[in-house]
């Protein structure tokens, strides 16, 4: 799905679900992990990031985890040889000049944030950084659920400011 802001920005959606992506990484005779990086199935997606300035994510955490379509997406399309290449010590990021914002939602509430590590902030530190996207940007609504009418609007509100402000 592709929308224009204001002569300012060009977006591109993927809906994972939408898209029935199969986040099934499949390793045999004819699928070897060294060229996941040629993979045709995948290739629309790296091409879409080749040419993104901003990448963002948006999802729930589940069990300090993201959905497994989402993980299947990072680990099928961030691929070595695409995103990064091994270095004699570490990794070496190939998406240089890109940067990110990930929004999550969760249900817990966010004094507990402080004592786990949830998905975004690996994604964010762990996955992003490693490929060279920086600076990446984490916010995080906690519960959602059960929040009110009000709150959710709140919520709304904040994140319209954020993207706003994206440059």
């Not at 004819?30 to 963002?56: G, P, Q, V, W």
């Not at 590590?117 to 916010?139: A, F, M, S």
């Amino acid at each position: 799905m592709e929308s224009s802001i204001p002569s300012v920005h060009k977006i591109k959606t993927i809906d994972l679900y939408k898209e029935n992506f199969d986040p099934v990484l499949r390793f045999d005779e004819e699928n070897k992990r060294r060229d996941l990086s040629k993979n045709l199935e995948t290739s629309k997606y790296r091409d879409m990031i080749k040419e993104a300035d901003k990448l963002i994510f948006i999802f729930p955490v589940w069990w300090s985890g993201m959905p497994a379509v989402l993980k299947g997406f990072i680990d099928r399309v961030f691929v070595s040889g695409f995103a990064y290449s091994y270095k004699k010590i570490g990794l070496e990021g190939h998406l240089k000049g890109k940067s990110a914002w990930i929004i999550t939602t969760m249900n817990a509430p966010s004094v507990i944030l402080p004592f786990f590590n949830d998905y975004g902030k690996v994604l964010k530190n762990q996955i992003l950084k490693q490929c060279g996207i920086t600076p990446v940007k984490l916010t995080t609504l906690a519960q959602v659920e059960s929040a009110t009418h009000e709150k959710r609007k709140l919520y709304l509100q904040k994140i319209s400011s954020i993207a706003k402000n994206i440059s």
